[in-house]
């Protein structure tokens, strides 16, 4: 079971990233998949999740402007940036989580880096 999230990047305030988060040796369909962030100095927070059905929920701080999205058939969660700001700069992780007959479990991706400057 991994997830690998790639996509960050250095750019601009005001601009856009896509952030993706591929899943190998195991089908995301049965798995809410949350993106988190951790900013140097600061807890790692959550920025957005989406359901196995598809339902969504995202922090005030990125709401309007993130999107969390996911493509079962290229086994794949997307996160959408717009309008970024500084203060998204962060390690962005993605987290699986699934609910089995034997209990809950969590699978972290590695983190991408997104760095917001001028």
């Known amino acids: 079971v991994q997830l690998q999230a790639s996509g960050g990047g250095l750019v601009q305030p005001g601009g856009s990233l896509r952030l993706s988060c591929a899943a190998s040796g195991?089908?995301?369909d049965d798995y809410d998949i949350g993106w988190y962030r951790?900013?140097?100095?600061?807890q790692r927070e959550l920025v957005a999740v989406i359901t196995k059905?598809?339902?969504?929920?995202?922090?005030?701080?990125?709401?309007?402007?993130f999107t969390i999205s996911r493509d079962n058939a290229k086994n794949t969660v997307y996160?959408?940036?717009?309008?970024?700001k500084?203060?998204?700069?962060?390690?962005?992780?993605?987290?699986?989580t699934v609910v089995t007959?034997?209990?809950?479990?969590?699978?972290w991706g590695q983190g991408t880096l997104v760095t917001v400057s001028s």
């Open 26 to 28: 195991f089908t995301l």
């Open 38 to 42: 951790q900013a140097p100095g600061k």
């Open 53 to 65: 059905g598809g339902r969504t929920n995202y922090a005030d701080s990125v709401k309007g402007r």
């Open 79 to 84: 996160l959408q940036m717009n309008s970024l």
């Open 86 to 96: 500084f203060e998204d700069t962060a390690i962005y992780y993605c987290k699986g």
């Open 101 to 107: 007959g034997s209990g809950v479990y969590d699978y």
